[in-house]
């Protein structure tokens, strides 16, 4: 199935910097979330959004519904160690009814 | 609540040997379920979805295949393994199409 394009592909912080990720598509969507995994298990799902223009929060992590339809953002505010892991986004198409996935973003925290 | 368990947790099995890797759900009714593989910790490939019992869409051809025996049961098998099965192999339920998946803890498959 198609990839959404994630970025960046990995990064490596500070603890108590903020980290912010995006993910694109050429296609417009209905719906985009975001996730997290950590070694060894499986994706958690952090954000859903539903629609344009949607920002929603869950704990120090914020995620945007792009208004354009073809994008969302992540930010991560005062990261700490726990943090690490790897972001995944998935989009679900306007004319689809299965998730595509993004490539994902390998977070490092140096404490 | 609804929670997914999948088993084993890993699996060193040779080449050439059969497979079976079990995944069920519970707290819920006829969920849409999934099969994704993992290669080096990116990139989730599906591989097989199922609407109901003994419905199954194949995404990618390949030496696997799926079943759904029950509801709340989903089996990924192979007769014959190959090196290039090894990955990590994630399932997943889904209340209905659209709707966020949600993931068991995986299976390491190590193929020697």
């Known amino acids: 199935g198609q990839q959404l394009n994630q970025s960046p592909q990995s990064m490596f912080i500070q603890e108590g910097e903020d980290v912010s990720m995006n993910c694109t598509s050429s296609?417009?969507?209905?719906?985009w979330l975001w996730y997290k995994q950590e070694p060894g298990e499986g994706p958690v799902l952090l954000i859903a959004?539903?629609?344009?223009?949607e920002l929603t929060s869950n704990g120090r992590l914020t995620a945007q519904f792009g208004i354009t339809r073809k994008d969302s953002f992540l930010n991560i505010s005062a990261s700490i160690p726990s943090d690490v892991g790897i972001y995944f986004c998935?989009?679900?198409?306007?004319?689809?009814?299965?998730?595509?996935f993004g490539t994902g973003t390998s977070l490092t925290v140096i404490p | 609540s609804q929670t997914i368990h999948q088993w084993p947790a890993t699996l060193v099995q040779p080449v050439g040997s059969p497979l079976s890797l079990e995944c069920t759900v519970e707290?819920?009714?006829?969920?849409?379920l999934y099969w994704y593989r993992q290669a080096a910790g990116r990139g989730l490939q599906l591989l097989f979805y199922?609407?109901?019992?003994?419905?199954i869409s194949s995404e990618v051809p390949q030496n696997l295949s799926a079943s759904r025996p029950q509801d709340r049961q989903f089996i990924l098998s192979s007769k014959k393994l190959l090196l290039s099965d090894s990955g990590f192999y994630l399932c997943?339920?889904?209340?209905?199409?659209?709707?966020?998946?949600?993931f068991g803890d995986g299976t390491r498959l190590s193929i020697l």
């Open positions: 997943a339920w889904s209340p209905r199409d659209g709707q966020p998946q949600h």
């Open positions: 296609s417009i969507f209905n719906t």
């Open positions: 959004l539903y629609k344009a223009g």
């Open positions: 998935a989009g679900l198409p306007f004319t689809g009814n299965q998730f595509y």
């Open positions: 707290g819920t009714s006829n969920p849409n």
């Open positions: 199922s609407v109901g019992i003994g419905q």
